[in-house]
């Protein structure tokens, strides 16, 4: 990295690429210097719009712009395997965003790539570093909650009937469990581990792609997370972590940026609110800064292996609600 600020290459023009690159304004670790798109045509109205000078009509010319300190994969979850591998093999770290990949063989896949090169790779879950979540792991880590014995957590949006859109449209990932169900499964895995019990249901929507799906996760503590997504409605988007001392109830939309309260068993409570600009995905940039100034390959916050046990997860939600298999 020659210049103060990383230097980011977005892959992709859709909306999450448009949102990252005007949030990253609002900080000041990074700035978006390139884009790549399939057309030409893309990268310059991106270009335009969001003030990026290097406008790639390939994500090939994107990912080997020497201007370029780290790539950003924005593409449909089908792509990012792809994609991220592409970047990897120019010799960019790479921020991939959610789901990761598809499945659990091609995380594996991934993380091995950069490994073997001594890259730094990390998947976007940018909920992970917002200020409300990093003040919930710091209260976790004091026990003030004593025992965690559940983990709750709903992601449900209302989408139009359209077979082309991407989260009805199989060839695009589609489904609320990839999409939505993501976000709960992450929350899960960041307060109580790794499960070694899974239970699942699904319904399809009238594509094939699940719609709806419900889940129960165990885990060797004996707690539980009983997490849901849906794409046929707009839920609470509420999540809660319950201890024997106390339980944290996140507002809706939790995966965002948010406010709290802390709720004792002796019915105390307390508020905490964070102040907040912009849509919040700047501060998974910021980490991805201090990474590779750091010369870490990885997050300890949002660490790879993590990243393939949730995709492990993930599989087996999909195996346990019957829903068709990938690969
Ligand atoms: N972090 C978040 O809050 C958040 C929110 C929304 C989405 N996401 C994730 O970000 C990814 C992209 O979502 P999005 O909503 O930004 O999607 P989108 O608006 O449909 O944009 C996807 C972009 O990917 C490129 N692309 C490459 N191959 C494509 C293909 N076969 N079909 C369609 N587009 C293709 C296109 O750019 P070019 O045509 O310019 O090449 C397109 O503009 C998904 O994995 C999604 O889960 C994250």
């Not at 790539?71 to 792809?82: K, R, S």
């Not at 009983?226 to 972590?241: D, E, F, G, N, V």
């Not at 409570?269 to 201090?290: F, K, M, N, T």
Request: glycine share 10%; aromatic share 6%; net charge negative.
């Amino acid at each position: 990295m020659t210049s103060e600020r990383v230097r980011w290459g977005v892959v992709g023009t859709g909306g999450i690429a448009a949102t990252f690159t005007a949030d990253l304004e609002l900080g000041e670790t990074g700035r978006v210097v390139a884009v790549g798109s399939r057309s030409a045509e893309a990268a310059a109205r991106f270009g335009d719009e969001l003030a990026v000078a290097n406008r790639h009509s390939s994500y090939e010319s994107l990912v080997g712009d020497p201007e370029v300190d780290v790539v950003y994969v924005a593409t449909p979850h089908p792509m990012h395997h792809a994609h991220a591998l592409l970047a990897l093999a120019a010799g960019k770290p790479v921020l991939v965003e959610k789901p990761f990949t598809m499945d659990a063989r091609e995380a594996r896949e991934l993380v091995g790539a950069a490994r073997s090169r001594g890259l730094f790779l990390m998947e976007a879950m940018w909920t992970r570093f917002l200020p409300h979540v990093v003040e919930i792991r710091s209260i976790l880590a004091s026990g003030e909650l004593g025992e965690i014995v559940s983990v709750r957590a709903d992601h449900g949006q209302w989408f139009a009937k359209d077979a082309a859109f991407r989260l009805f449209a199989p060839e695009l990932g589609g489904g609320a469990l990839l999409d939505l169900g993501i976000y709960p499964v992450s929350f899960a895995s960041m307060v109580l581990g790794t499960p070694d019990r899974v239970a699942a249901m699904a319904d399809p929507a009238f594509t094939g792609v699940d719609a709806q799906t419900s889940m129960l996760l165990g885990h060797a503590s004996g707690a539980h997370a009983i997490l849901t997504c849906t794409l046929r409605a707009k839920s609470p988007t509420r999540a809660a972590i319950v201890g024997t001392l106390g339980r944290i109830e996140i507002d809706g939309d939790f995966y965002a940026p948010s406010a709290f309260s802390v709720v004792m068993r002796d019915g105390t409570s307390r508020r905490v609110e964070r102040p907040h600009d912009g849509r919040g995905l700047r501060h998974q940039a910021d980490e991805v800064a201090r990474c590779l100034r750091a010369g870490l390959l990885e997050s300890p916050v949002m660490p790879l292996d993590e990243t393939v046990s949730i995709m492990e997860t993930m599989d087996e939600v999909r195996a346990q609600a019957a829903l068709a298999p990938r690969s």
